[in-house]
C-alpha cells in the first residue's frame, strides 16, 4: 500500500493499496495501520464504520462537522464515486482549496480528509458503495452542510445531479457557512 500526500488540502493523503487480480477476482488490503502510522496518523484513533449505497448521479454533501471536527477515510468499495474534498480550517496554508478524486472499487483507494474539511460525492455508476471509517461518534447536532452547487466552490459535478436529500438540497451557501462559523 502506497501513500501520496494530497497537494491541494493539507494533512490529507491518498492511500492506494496493491489489488491481487486472478481468475476468481481479487484480493488487497484497504487498510494498514503501519501505513497510517508512517504518515503520522494514529490507526486507532478510528472509532466508528459506515457505508453508504447510492444510484447513479446521486450526490452526498458537502458535510463536515463543527466543534472538533471530524477526520475520516474514504473509500469507494463498489462502483465509482466523484469524490470532493474542500479545506475549511481557516488557519490552514490550503484553506478553501478544493480536491477531487475519482473513488472505485477496482482500485479500493481511500481518502484521507482532516477534520474540518468539507466532504461530498456523486455516484457514477449504477450502484456505488461508499466506506467511511470515522475519528469521532457521529453527532447529528454538530453536522454543518454547504450547498454542492455553490458557484463559489465551482465543482465541476460530472453528471446532472439525480437526487440529493432535503438537507442537501436547502444547504447555506459556503460564504453563510462560513461568517456563520466566525459569530
Known sequence: MKATQVPEIAGAYLFEPTPYADERG??????DADVVRSVGLDPDAFVQDSVSRSVRGVLRGLHLRSGAGEAKLVRCSYGQIFDVVVDLRPDSPTYLNRAFFDLAGETQA???????CAHGFQALTDIADT???IDREHDPS???TIAFDD????????LPVALTSPRDREAPSLAEVLK???S
Open 26 to 31: 481479487f484480493f488487497c488490503r484497504t487498510f
Open 110 to 116: 481511500t481518502v484521507y480528509i482532516p477534520a474540518g
Open 131 to 133: 466506506s467511511y471509517r
Open 142 to 144: 454538530e453536522d454543518v
Open 151 to 158: 458557484p463559489e466552490l465551482a465543482i465541476p459535478w460530472p
Open 180 to 182: 456563520h462559523r466566525e
